[in-house]
Structures are given as C-alpha cells and as structure tokens.
C-alpha cells in the first residue's frame, strides 16, 4: 500500500477490502511483533550479559517492578487532575504494565505476565462501568483521566503490554479484554470524542496512535484504518476549541498520517515548538515503529521523504549545550533530551534510519536504552566502540508543511548559541513573539525566553494544568526580546489572525566560520509595520569570545511607540546612566501582559551609547545599544498582579521610544571574563566595546561601526533588499567605497 493522502470513498473501499480480507483468510499472528519481535526476543536473550548498558537498563527496570510485585496492586477510582494521587497512580500503572510486558519477554519468567493479567483483569472489570471523569475542566474527558490525552497515553503503553503477555493469555482471557476493555476504549478515545481525536495536534496524535497500536495487537482493520487515516465521514464543530485555546478543526484534516503531514516542516521542525515535538515524537515513533513490524508495506520510515527520522536530528539541535530544549512557544525549562521520550527517540532513529554514530553519544550520555530491538543496536553500537560525538553546528530549520512558513535559526559559535525564532504560529501552543530570540553560553541563559506559564503535573498550581497566566503573560509579546508596539501584543493576541501568518526568512549564513548571520522580515504582526531583524555572532580577534550584534529596523505608516526589551539573567553590575528608582512599585501597563511588569527604575540616555553589566553564573555580559536622549530606559521585573506567585521575578531592561515612524534598534551582547567566588577574583570585567555607531541607514542597506577599546573600528554591512549569496554590493560610507558579493560585508 502506498501512503497518500485518501479521499473518503478510498478510505471507506480499503477499510472494506481488509476487513473482507482478513475475515477470509486470518491467520493467527506471531507475539510479541509490535515493538519487540519474537525474533528481537531471542537475539536479546543471546546477548545478555555482554551488552553493558542494556543489562544495567534491564537489572534498574527488574528491580521496580519486582518491588512494585510486592507492594501490590493500586487501582484508585479516578477523580484528581495531573499531580493528583489517582492520576498518578494510573500513569504510573501503564509504564509498569509496559515494563513488566517486556521482563517476561526478555527474561521468560511467568511472574511480570501475571502482573500484567491482575492489572489487565482489574481495569476491564472497572472500565465497564466506569463514567467520565469528575473533572470537568477539558474540552475532551477521559474516563481514567481528566482528559483523552491521558487516556490514550495510557492505552499506547498498555498496547505494548498486552502484546507481550498476548499468548500468555487464553483466548477467553483475550476475547474478554478486548470485548469489555480495549476496543470499547479505543472507540471512546475516537468516536467518541472526535473533537480529541480528529484533528491535527499532538493530543490527536496520541490518540491515533493509542488507537492504531491496539489495532495492530488485536489485527483489527478498522482501528488501523481509522488510526492512519481518522473518522470516515464525520462533521465537526469548527467553532470549538481546545483546553489551550486552539480550535479543534484544520481543514478537516485528522489521523496519524495527517499528523505526520502538517505540523512537520521537511527540516524536520514540528510547529509547535521542541517543547511538545519531544512530547509528540513518542507516539509519532512508537507508532511507526509497530507499524514497520507488523505492516513494513506501509513504508513509514519513508513517509514525507523520511521526515519521522529527520526530525530526532532537528529536536537534538533545538538544544542547549547540556542537553536543554530551547523553550520556543509553551515549554517548560529544564526538559531535555534525558527524558524517556528521548530515549525512545535516539534508539528508534539509530535502529531505523542510518545507523549514525553520532546518536550513540547522546545514548551514552542518557545512560540507559529500549528494552527492544532497537536498544539492542544502540547497546551492540556503544559496546563495539562505534560512538561518535553528535555535533550540534549552526541550522536553520524552515517551519510549515513545506517548509514556506518561516522557521527558526540557531547560530552557533564557540560556546555561544542565538536562538532566532521567524516561524508561524505554532498551533494553540504558539506564542506572539515575531522576530524574538534568546541567548546561551554553555547551556545558561544570557538572555532568556520565559516559556510557559506552568507546574506541570504539581497539583497545588492549577492542578499541574496551565495558568491563566499563559495567556496574560507567557504569550504576549512583550514577554519576550522583540519589538511591542502601542503596548499591543502582534496579531493582538489573537490566534485566528497570528494562524494565518507567518515571518519569512531574509537570509541565513553559516558557511564562515567566524561569522554567523540570520536576518529575518515581518509584516503582519502589525498592519503597516515592517520590521526586519539581522542578527550576527562575530568572533573577532580583537574580542575574547564572539559577540552579538543586533539590528531591529522598523518602518510603519504611521508615528508609533516601541518597547524593545532584553530580559537579561543575573546580577546587575553597572551602567553608564543614571536611573533613579521608585519608591512604590507599579506595573507599566494594564493589559497585553504590561499589567504584569513592575517599574524598577527610568532613566533618560546621556550619550549615543547605553551600557548596562551584569554576572552570571561566573561571567559577565555587557549590553550596549544605540541610544538617544528621546529614549526612555526601564528597569521591569515580572510579578505585578500576581497574588499567586505563579510567575517567576526576573528582570529587563526595556528601551522604550515613543512617537517614531520609522527607527532602528541597535545592540551588541558581550560575553567577557569570569569570576571565581573561591579565588575572590574577576578577570576581564569590563566591555571591549567603545562606541557603537549607525553609519549608514537607507533602505537597501544598514551599517553598523563598532570602535574597541584598543582603538581598532569593526564595520558590518547588512543588504535589507538582495541579500544573496550572488549579489554584488557597492555603498559609499564617509567618503570610502566598500563592494562585496553576498548579504552582509564585515572587516
């Protein structure tokens, strides 16, 4: 079968020709095949002993479920939110039924299979006549949970479990379970909430896969069939919306391999951002990885010219030095690449795709492996001393289904990492920030993007669920380092406008190795304003580690007010204004995510250059911009109207100027020095930066001159029209003639 797009008559006509097929001439299928193999079984057992990280993964796993033997059986009636006892509990319960599937697989012991069966026999003999979940917060209750999510992430475990215990079982113990507990579930999760199910998002996509992974246990044609391609003939309600706020129907659009089609750009970047790319990609490969055992016709790995395997590579590199993902739109800081998705992720791309080397190095590092057959590669992989480093170099990832709708560059060089966000909306998930960026050394954050707004699975804050404060504050624009204008978010905050556009890439260049750029343009985020930022990490001699140089140039139709903020981390150290402080904190605004920033401080620029110090972590990072006296400075902290606490109290620096039509913003970001508490001494703590001059502004090209302390000059030159790599460049600056081929000139 070739993977296409189906229309309903198609989809209907396969639906009928398995479902005859298989009723004609089923033969009985071989177990385990959905993600171990009977064949990967004996090859493990084979091996055992010798493969030194798989044995240290199967002797952790051995010793939780046989203490969990021991304490018995915990089967609470569902009534709490995520962090809750009885969501806990049946979490907890599916990853031990997965677990304990695959010891009795790898290790033949009858013991983790009747495990297994209690478990099994007690959830059909609640879920019969079990009702919806008391909570009543989402848009789609589950049974075992408060939302369908988790009940399909519950259901694509338990899946691998019931394959691995399937000839454990007698028929009737079978014909029971799947009669009173898996399809009634499967259709609960599908049919039964379509508004969860049938869409493009990767709360369906959990649900397609929950659904298809059963089906492939249970050789059941039609939840396949309605698991890869969605409900057949269904009408939806294009005016709901989902616990985020999105609407629930795209274009009619649903099933797994729709999932696979929108949200993932051919680079690989999945719209929502790596934060829920990292959540979305277990169901993506576990999924696929059942359907390449059991229906390697399908061709999955290659579907959409492989991009299932090309987007493990595009989520590793949307991390930080140690492994952090970027928090692009809602993600919580901190999640990493040594999640179990993950894990998942890097043994699934090696076993699957091509067998890099470098993959072993982050598995190496994660510590621990598949207990399947493709742990088993990574574990034969590392013992055989094929690992290689994953190198993380400098990408630019386009964003959209091909890859037209913006994207996200990373510039890389030496320690320091610019993380530039032009990509489209990103689904309910996606946050009003055209044109932002943050800012990383070694994996800490220079500049920061907040993230989400949200204790994830800590019951006391909101139940673990979003905080009203995501909307008022983590998505708006002002939250993050890019221009606000009229203190109105882009898009005014408003998804059905910001979902239909997108910024678009002006030039991104990484070919040389002490210069990086990405330049990027905007103009929808506010009617009749254009902007376009060019942003460059130089590594110069004259400097001890690359620095950052930004320009934002702005051109409207009208005079506007501008807050262009940089939300540094760490402890201010200098400046070279005098600011003074009030005496009674207030917030700079009311709305648009102004009511929740405090005014710290003002000030008024004194020269052409405003400096501001800071230290971090054992470094020290200068800001200089381009300033005049008709600008405003402002110390902000976040955490006004805010009873709760819900929002962490870090601060920025905002440059505001009012009453402009066309400007630019110019900055430079040093990282310099260190200090060390113990020796009690600072090296190299102060700017190398003299002045920063704007020495050209037209509308083709903006140019930047930068005099170090030493006296030496630095010039950038930026194309804001032709900005190829063939485009011959010719500008007059203070009387001397510069000519360049290509979009940016630095010397």
């Known amino acids: 079968m070739i993977l296409a797009r189906h229309n309903k008559f198609s989809i209907q006509l396969v639906v009928f020709i398995w479902s005859l097929l298989f009723s004609i001439c089923s033969t009985a299928q071989e177990h385990p095949n959905l993600i171990l193999t009977a064949q990967g079984v004996k090859d493990i057992r084979a091996q055992l002993g010798t493969i030194p990280i798989f044995d240290k993964t199967l002797k952790a796993v051995q010793e939780e479920i046989d203490a969990e033997i021991t304490s018995g059986l915990k089967m609470p009636i569902p009534k709490d939110y995520s962090g809750g006892y009885s969501h806990d509990q049946h979490k907890r319960n599916m990853i031990l039924m997965q677990k304990a599937g695959v010891l009795y697989q790898i290790l033949d012991d009858e013991k983790y299979a009747l495990y297994v069966k209690e478990l099994l026999m007690q959830y059909e003999a609640m879920y019969k006549t079990l009702p919806i979940h008391p909570k009543t917060r989402s848009y789609a209750r589950g049974k075992l949970f408060w939302q369908c999510l988790n009940d399909a992430n519950w259901l694509v475990y338990v899946s691998q479990a019931y394959d691995c215990v399937y000839n454990f079982l007698s028929v009737e113990e079978r014909n029971t379970l799947e009669t009173n507990l898996f399809r009634p579930f499967a259709d ?11 869409r493009v998002h990767n709360h369906s996509t959990w649900g397609n896969a929950a659904v298809g992974m059963i089906g492939l246990v249970m050789n059941d044609e039609v939840l396949i069939q309605r698991a890869l391609y969605g409900i057949p003939d269904l009408e939806m309600d294009k005016t709901a919306k989902d616990d985020d706020g999105g609407y629930i129907n795209k274009e009619g659009k649903a099933g797994f391999l729709a999932n696979i089609e929108e949200p993932f750009s051919p680079d690989g970047y999945y719209n929502e951002g790596p934060y829920y790319q990292r959540y979305a990609m277990y169901p993506f490969l576990i999924f696929a990885e059942g359907l390449q055992n059991v229906r390697p016709d399908l061709k999955i790995f290659e579907y959409k010219n492989g991009v299932l395997l090309k987007s493990i590579n595009a989520l590793l590199n949307l991390s930080d030095a140690d492994g952090e993902f970027f928090p692009l739109n809602d993600g919580q800081k901190g999640m990493s690449y040594f999640n179990s998705a993950l894990v998942s992720a890097v043994n699934i791309s090696y076993y699957y795709g091509n067998k890099d080397q470098g993959l072993l190095s982050i598995a190496q590092k994660q510590n621990e492996v598949l207990l399947d057959d493709s742990g088993l590669a990574v574990a034969l992989g590392i013992k055989n001393g094929e690992v290689k480093p994953f190198v993380k170099k400098s990408i630019n990832l386009s964003d959209g289904p091909d890859g037209t709708q913006g994207g996200v560059g990373i510039l890389r060089n030496e320690d320091l990492e610019l993380v530039f966000k032009y990509a489209a909306q990103g689904s309910s998930h996606g946050h009003y920030d055209k044109l932002s960026f943050s800012y990383y050394e070694k994996g800490d954050e220079i500049i920061q993007d907040y993230g989400l707004a949200r204790f994830v699975n800590i019951e006391q804050k909101g139940g673990g669920n979003y905080l009203k404060e995501n909307k008022t504050w983590a998505k708006q624009t002002i939250a993050h380092n890019t221009i606000t204008q ?25 070919e040389n190795k002490t210069i990086k750029v990405v330049s990027a343009i905007d103009i929808h985020a506010y009617p009749g304003t254009e902007m376009l930022r060019t942003m460059a990490l130089i590594k110069d001699e004259d400097f001890e580690k690359p620095f950052l140089l930004d320009i934002m140039k702005v051109n409207a139709n009208k005079a506007n007010q501008y807050d262009f903020p940089y939300y540094f981390m760490g402890q201010l150290l200098k400046t070279n204004f005098e600011y003074t402080t009030p005496e009674t904190l207030v917030s700079i605004g009311a709305k648009n995510g102004y009511q929740h920033l405090y005014l710290e401080g003002s000030a008024i620029p004194s020269s052409e250059n405003s400096k501001l110090s800071w230290l971090n972590k054992g470094k020290f990072y200068t800001l200089t911009t381009v ?13 006004a109207n805010d009873p709760e606490f819900n929002l962490r109290r870090e601060a920025a620096l905002l440059v505001r100027r009012k009453n402009v ?4 913003f110019v900055s430079t970001i040093e990282s310099h020095g260190s200090y060390s508490p113990v020796a009690e001494s600072a090296k190299n703590s102060n700017s190398t930066i003299a002045a920063l001059k704007i020495v050209l502004a037209t509308e083709d090209y903006t140019a930047i001159l930068i005099t170090v302390v030493n006296g030496n000059t630095k010039l950038f030159i930026t194309a804001n029209k032709n900005a190829s790599k063939e485009a011959k460049h010719a500008v007059k600056i203070n009387n001397k003639n510069y000519a360049w081929v290509g979009a940016y000139f630095y010397n």
């Open 661 to 664: 039509q066309n400007t630019l």
């Open 188 to 198: 609960f999760i599908s049919i039964g909430n379509p508004l969860f199910y049938q």
């Open 486 to 510: 009229n203190e109105t978010s882009h898009f005014n905050a408003e998804f059905d406008i910001g979902s239909k556009f997108h910024s678009d890439l002006h030039y991104f260049s990484s």
């Open 627 to 639: 300033t005049s006296d008709k600008d405003e400075l402002l110390f902000t902290r976040i955490g």
